[in-house]
């Protein structure tokens, strides 16, 4: 697995990241970014980058409770399965909360084995899907 290290800035980057690599992969993936995703804003190199994705990707939320059941976060998610894109469903569980400074309920990705397992699987089988 590899990271934007080695890939040309330039005008046209994203599209040779997005030509070269297996599996696109965004972990952990914040409310912010399925925003943008489902928004088709392209304002970041991630974002550019599955845009211009022909093959698969795969996202692993990790956020706040009541972030991950807002409808908004709900439909962006809904949008982006709807584009073919792999959302792995986050975990209930505690998480601490970097604005009370205490620990909550929360949604957070699998662990980085269960992660790494799942890309690996995903890789393998080499097209988009519309199913987590």
């Not at 998480?95 to 699998?110: D, K, N, S, Y």
Request: charged share 20%; aromatic share 6%.
């Amino acid at each position: 697995m590899a990271t934007f290290a080695g890939i040309e800035d330039g005008p046209v980057g994203h599209i040779e990241l997005a030509a070269w690599c297996d599996v696109f992969v965004v972990l952990p993936c914040t409310a912010n970014f399925l925003g943008k995703a489902a928004s088709g804003i392209c304002d970041t190199d991630p974002t550019l980058v599955l845009a211009a994705q022909p093959k698969r990707s795969i996202l692993f939320p990790n956020m706040n409770e009541r972030m991950w059941r807002s409808s908004i976060v709900q439909d962006n998610v809904s949008g982006l399965l709807q584009a073919g894109v792999d959302i792995v469903e986050p975990e209930h569980t505690e998480m601490f909360e970097t604005t009370t400074g205490q620990v909550a309920m929360g949604r957070v990705m699998p662990d980085p084995g269960s992660c790494a397992d799942y890309i690996r699987r995903v890789a393998a089988t080499g097209c988009r899907s519309t199913t987590a």
